[in-house]
C-alpha cells in the first residue's frame, strides 16, 4: 500500500471511531462537518455533467484514444450515454467497450482502476434498459459491463482484505447487494416490497447513489409481479388491485411501456390458471390497451404473453378475448339500446354464447353512437377498435348492429326493437366486413338469410332460437344450453326443489325471501348511513336479472349493493 492510500485508509478509521464514539452530539456542527467529510471519502462521487460527458465521448468514438486519466474516467461515467445524434453508446461498440476495459487494465495504479469501477458502475445503473430505442448491440454491452463489475468487485474485495486498496463504505454496501451484478438483480426484494417494505431496496439506492429513474426501481417493481404470481390462488388475488396501480402509475412511480407490456404479461398470464377467474375489468382493459387485443393483435399478444414453457399462453389469450366479447355485448344491449334501457332478456341470451362466438364481434354504429364522446362510449369504441363499422341508412339514428361469428354461421342482432334477427352461412361471405361502411340494407337479406323474430307465442323466443342456431352451432347443443328462457317471469332457485316467482315489489320483506330461497347473505348496513347488500358475484343470470330490477348495482368482489 502506498503513502497516500495509507494516510486515505487511517483517515477513513479516525473519522469512523470519531463518528460512533459522538452519537450523542448528533446534531453539533462538528459532527456535521465530520459526517459531510465521511460521506466524501466514503460515498459515491458525483457524476460529472451531462455535457461534459457528451463531449468526451463523442472524442472517444473519433479517436478510439483518451488524452488522460480524467478523460478516461469520463468515458467511463459515459459509457451508457446514448449520443443525441444517433443514439450510439460505447457499450454498444464491442470492440470500443473492450478496449476501454483493457485500458483501465493497463492502470498502474490500484486506486486508479477502482476510480474506473465507480464510474462504469455508475453507467451500469444509469444504462436505459427499458427505453425502447436502445439497440440489442448496446443491451448485450450492458451485460458484459455487469460480467465485469461482478469480476472486478471480487477483485477489488479481495486487494482491499489484503491492504493493497482502501476501500470506500459504499463497497461495503454493494457487496451486500451483490445480486444487482447478477441477471436476476432485484428478485430479493420482490417479497419485501409486498409487504409493502422497501428498507432494503432503499438502503442500496441510497448507498449506491442509483438514480430514482434507474432501471433498478422498475426491476423492482416487476420483482413484485414474481413474487405475487408465486403465491396462491387467493394470495395473488389479494395483490392483484395494487400491483396493476402500480403498473398503470396510479402510484407515483414512472413505469415505462416496456415494464408495462411484461408486467401485465405476467399477471394475466397468471390470473388465467386460477381455478376461478371471474371477469376482472381492470385487468382486461390494462391487457387490451397496453399488449393488444388478443384476436386483433395475436402476433404481438403471443410475443409477451408466454406460459411457464415460454410458449403463447393459449389460455390467457381466449380468457381476455372472451372477456372482450362479453363486455361488447353487455354494452350493446345495455349501452346501444334504442331506449337507453337495458334489454335484459336479449342480453342473458347471447352472453351464453361467448365460449362459441369467435374472436371479436363487429360492431356497426349508427350517427347517435358514432357521435356520442361521453366516456362509456368513448370506451366502447376503444374496444371495438379493430372491428367497428359506420352503419349506413340505419333507419333510425339510433339504431346499431352486432355481428357474431360461431362457427361457420353470421348472427346479426340490432340495438332498435322490432327489428329480426338475422343468421347467415359464413361462406360465402352475404356481406363486406373489410372496410369502414355497412348498409343496414345488406344486414337484412331476406334471400340470403334466416330471419328470427323476438316474439313469444306458444313458448318463447329464446326457445325458437335455440332450435333455429343450436343445431348449427356444433358447441352448443340445444339439450346442453342453461334454460333462462322465463326468468322475467320465474326464477328458478338452485335447489330445484320449487319455483319462486319473483315478488312485484321490492320490499325488505320480499327481498328478504328471495335471498332465502337462493340461500343468499344479506348485509343490511342502512341503520348506520351504508348499503343494502346482497353477497354474490353476477354469475347467475336470474339472480342478477332480479336484483338489477330492484335497482341493485353490483360492486366486483363484493356483491349486490343499493342504497
Known sequence: MNNLAQLQFSLTRIFRKELAAASRWENSDAIKRLKKINHEMDGMSTVPASNSLTQVVAAYRRTRN????????YVCYGAALQLPEDGWCVLGNEKLRDKLFADIEQLGEPRRRFKCFQALLSSYFSFALYDEHTSEAARNGWEALRFWLAYKRVQFQRDGAKNLLCLPGWFAVLTEHVMLLTSTPCDRYGEELLRGDGTSIENA???????????????????????AIALGDALFKIHLDSLLKLVLGQMEVKVSDLLKRRAIALLISRYARCASKPEQPVLRDAAVSIIGNPWLKRTAWDAWVKNSNDQPDDEARELVNGWLTRQLITDFFELLSADGRADQRRLNYWLRFVP?????????????SLRNNTQPYRD???RANGHLLRLENPGSTSNNAFIMKMGEWLIVEFGMMGNACYVYPATPMPFSLGGVVIS????????????????????????????AIC???????????????????VVQPESNKLNVVMP?????????????????????????GGALWVCTDDSRAAISYALKNWGFRYKYGKGWWRE
Open 356 to 368: 362459441a362466438i369467435e374472436g371479436t364481434p363487429w360492431l356497426a354504429l349508427g350517427p347517435d
Open 504 to 528: 312485484q315489489s321490492d320490499t325488505a320483506l320480499n327481498i328478504e325471501k328471495f335471498a332465502a330461497d337462493w340461500k343468499l347473505k344479506i348485509e343490511d348496513n342502512r341503520p348506520a
Open 380 to 382: 366502447l369504441r376503444e
Open 440 to 467: 343496414l340494407h345488406d344486414l337484412k337479406d331476406k334471400y340470403r338469410g334466416e330471419s328470427l323474430r323476438h316474439q313469444d307465442g306458444l313458448s318463447s323466443w329464446e326457445s325458437n332460437f335455440d332450435q
Open 205 to 227: 439506492r441510497q448507498g449506491l447513489g442509483i438514480p430514482g429513474d434507474s432501471w433498478v426501481m422498475e426491476e423492482a417493481i416487476l420483482s413484485q409481479m414474481k413474487a
Open 471 to 489: 343445431p348449427k352451432v356444433g358447441h352448443w347443443p340445444s339439450s346442453k344450453i342453461p334454460n333462462i328462457t322465463k326468468i322475467w317471469k
Open 66 to 73: 483518451v488524452n488522460n486519466f480524467r478523460d478516461l474516467k
